[in-house]
């Protein structure tokens, strides 16, 4: 996948003060399909990542959710707030660092979600310009899954990496 790397560097700069708005790559968006909302969306942006989007100027945390969820969230001490109210809706998937063994993931991830996708390598996200920023998230990245049918388009996905369900599929007479 064009968009990972191991090298060094990172966009966690942005947790320190740099800059808080960094874009998925289009192509992780692509291969997971249509959203219905993006609560936390660049201003501005080159391309869209849902069909409705509430920006730091809507407040979207306080927003009402309907639909599939598409979530990038803040990376830092918000970053919980923000998975905590994609687990109470139920529907959607989120982009995070996989830092599994944080207090966030024990609560709002390994206990909620139903799927999970470990990205191989280390995204590049890009900047509001639509350019890839030259250097890589600085951590690994996984994609998380809430609702049986976007674990489902997890593992459907033409993305590099390792799927792990989470919760059991019951199957039904």
Not at 46 to 71: N, S, V
Request: proline fraction near 6%; glycine fraction near 10%.
């Amino acid at each position: 996948m064009p968009t990972t790397t191991t090298g060094i560097g990172g966009h966690q700069r942005a947790y320190r003060g740099e800059k808080d708005e960094w874009l998925t790559p289009p192509e992780v968006i692509r291969a997971l399909g249509t959203f219905d909302l993006d609560p936390c969306a660049p201003v501005i942006r080159p391309w869209d990542m849902a069909l409705a989007h509430f920006t730091t100027e809507d407040d979207g945390l306080a927003k009402r959710w309907a639909g599939r969820i598409w979530l990038n969230p803040p990376y830092g001490p918000e970053t919980g707030k923000w998975l905590k109210r994609l687990a109470d809706h139920g529907d959607g998937i989120a982009l995070t660092f996989a830092r599994t063994e944080t207090v966030m993931f024990f609560d709002q991830v390994w206990d909620r979600a139903d799927a999970l996708f470990f990205l191989r390598g280390r995204l590049h996200f890009y900047h509001s310009d639509g350019t890839r920023a030259q250097h890589n998230s600085g951590a690994p990245s996984v994609l998380v899954a809430y609702g049986r049918e976007n674990a489902d388009c997890l593992l459907a996905s033409s993305l590099d990496g390792k799927f792990v369900r989470l919760k059991e599929v019951k199957h039904y007479e």
